[in-house]
């Protein structure tokens, strides 16, 4: 196929779906994430099911300065164009903003908005120059609400759909696209990670599958849609909350959340 897919936070739950959804699709890939051993482990995994490249690299901290710059440096030393890239990388918190570590809060900042923009600025020139490229952002339903008690990573997610929506029509005349895919809980270690144990609406709720989630985003990317909502009714609550008073979907959140 000759095509090529940057993942971030290629050896997680979504991120590790997305692999093997571009490894079926016949891209070659560049995986990257914290943890050299499972990068490895996957490669085999893929390269063994299709006859595919796939080259890893490790960045113990993607949130750290610099670290958007050494997946650039790599990919230039590896003589390899991005033909899509798949800025899926980032975490959340739990609890009252207050009570939080201002550093952990800061750190998602840096990677759910800063090294997801580095990452989309330095990628984007490339394909304008090619006429040709994908960009595929992860979001969130959180991007379509306020959420008290994870209030900086679904600001951070607001930031994402927002940013993404304006680059889709930025480049409606080009042959670049940008997507922005915006799903509802799933079926990986995000949650656990973000300390949601504690909340009712966590504990209760059906997660989506990450593979249903990967294939559902990569579809809507392909059809060059600017905003890919998986799920019926992850699309009627995101529609739904832009109905209501503010006031009544923050505190309906804040509830939820509790």
Known sequence: MGKTV???????GLGEAFARVFAHEGYDLLLVARDQQKLDALARLL??????????LAIPDLASP???ARVVEFTEREHT???VL????????YGPFAESSLDRQVEMIDLNVRTLTELTYWYLGPMLDRDEGRILNVASVAAFMPGPLM??????????LSFSEALATELKHTGVTCTALCPGPTSTGFWNAAGTQT?????SISYASPDDVARFGFISMMNGRAVAIPGAGTRL?????????RSVVRNATYALMK
Do not use: M, Q
């Open 6 to 12: 940057l993942i971030t936070g290629a050896t997680g």
């Open 47 to 56: 390269t063994v099911a299709r006859p595919v490249e796939v080259k890893t």
């Open 66 to 68: 610099g670290a958007a």
């Open 81 to 83: 164009d991005v033909d």
């Open 86 to 93: 798949v800025n899926n990388a980032g975490f959340g918190d």
């Open 151 to 160: 209030s900086t990573y679904f600001a951070t997610k607001a930031y994402v």
């Open 199 to 203: 909340s009712s609406l966590f504990s």
């Open 237 to 245: 609550l995101a529609h739904a909350v832009r109905l209501l008073p």
